[in-house]
């Protein structure tokens, strides 16, 4: 049973244009969430995050909406750019669970096009 | 920076062999991880520690086995590799700090081949 899901394994998107990569949960003990990207034959980077008690988080181009009730989060790319292009992983987390293992989603490609 | 470095980036065994993978961090982080990735599976948490000799079972442990000895090392096993181990293996590291887990990092991961 998938915890955490990204339902697009790809998006494409005009550069400059904005990229929104969605991601929905079902464990409502998941309280910390967290973006990563990663290219080809690297580890995944690190790039933003989210507690539960927040709704929204924001860092340069990057915004992460989250909403609670819908068990849904989202990344926003403003504008996108060509180094953009790689797979998104949402990650989830259970702070008080005890656990520091993420529970990662199976990733969405994105795709930025000139 | 931290710096999370694995020990080769492309391995190839043969079925029933022992496989060590190492993974090294320079910045004292008291937590480490061991996931697997593969094409439309994402990635899959197989081990994590939290402290030295200290060590927890994540969510596909079996046909593994791991050893931290040193807070900077820690080792995934596969006692006897079979061909559905091939995959991309990433280590990764994080603070414990208070309030709970925070950004993992990773490494660059290694290719494994099982034939």
């Known amino acids: 049973d998938q915890q955490v899901k990204q339902n697009s394994p790809s998006l494409s998107v005009q550069e400059g244009r904005i990229s929104i990569l969605n991601c929905d949960y079902t464990?409502?003990?998941?309280?910390?969430f967290l973006w990563y990207k990663k290219y080809p034959a690297e580890g995944p980077t690190f790039l933003i995050s989210?507690?539960?008690?927040?709704d929204k988080n924001e860092d340069g181009r990057f915004t992460v909406f989250l909403n609670k009730s819908a068990k849904h989060l989202s990344l926003h790319i403003v504008p996108s750019q060509p180094g953009d292009s790689a797979v998104y992983f949402c990650a989830a987390s259970d702070r008080g669970g005890g656990a520091d293992g993420l529970t990662f989603g199976k990733g969405t490609h994105l795709i930025i096009q000139p | 920076d931290v710096k999370v470095t694995q020990s080769s980036r492309y391995l190839v065994k043969r079925t029933g062999e022992k496989v060590f993978l190492e993974c090294v961090q320079d910045m004292d982080h008291e937590n480490m991880f061991w996931y697997r990735q593969d094409p439309g599976l994402g990635l899959r948490l197989i081990y994590f520690?939290?402290?030295?000799?200290?060590?927890e079972k994540g969510d596909i442990p079996e046909g593994y086995s791991v050893s931290r000895e040193k807070k900077e090392r820690f080792s995934l096993i596969l006692e006897s590799a079979s061909t559905n181990q091939t995959s991309m293996y990433l280590c990764a590291s994080s603070p414990r700090l208070a309030g709970g887990p925070e950004e993992q990092f990773f490494g660059p991961g290694t290719r494994l081949t099982v034939l």
């Open positions: 989210i507690s539960s008690i927040k």
């Open positions: 464990n409502s003990m998941f309280d910390y």
């Open positions: 520690s939290y402290d030295v000799k200290m060590k």
